[in-house]
């Protein structure tokens, strides 16, 4: 992981635990340590995809065309399921989270053909191994794999789009 990434991961860290103080708790152990629980990210409401890494020189650009508004691809995350909409394909599943710890489930894609599947052929390479997840802000999101530098961008949508 470059210095760059890992200045970037610490800052997001200390960020989201300076914001989300959370619901924490500390109740003694037998051998008299503290062990806090901290309350889950709340990553409900849709999101709109920017990037998928894979590395510093792979990855998929998903970023909106603002000349194109009404394209958006993005995920929306609902009570425990997840729907993800991208240009011609949808995909969708559950997710538990548990602390800053997601677990994306098997889910359902439809297979549609499309002029361009780098989006499609990214999700389904990444999902299964999405591990964290990590939010700035309240706008931005990072679902983080469990592979070293491999992770997916979010930004918060505005609103709603159905």
Request: hydrophobic share 35%; aromatic share 6%; net charge negative.
């Amino acid at each position: 992981m470059t210095r760059k990434s890992i200045l970037s991961v610490a800052t997001a860290l200390t960020i989201l635990t300076a914001s989300c103080g959370g619901n924490k708790e500390n109740k003694e152990t037998p051998d008299n340590q503290h062990q806090e629980t901290v309350a889950n990210v709340d990553v409900r409401g849709q999101w709109y995809l920017d990037s998928i890494v894979f590395s510093d020189s792979e990855y998929v650009r998903v970023r909106p065309d603002v000349r194109l508004s009404s394209i958006h691809q993005y995920i929306v995350f609902e009570d425990s399921t997840y729907f993800i909409k991208t240009n011609c394909n949808t995909i969708s599943g559950t997710y538990t989270v548990k602390g800053n710890s997601i677990i994306l489930g098997d889910g359902a894609m439809t297979e549609m053909a499309c002029d361009n599947m780098a989006v499609e052929d990214a999700l389904r390479r990444i999902l299964p191994n999405i591990a964290t997840v990590y939010i700035q802000n309240d706008s931005i999101a990072r679902l983080d794999s469990r592979n070293p530098s491999e992770y997916i961008m979010l930004c918060k949508a505005p609103i709603e789009i159905k």
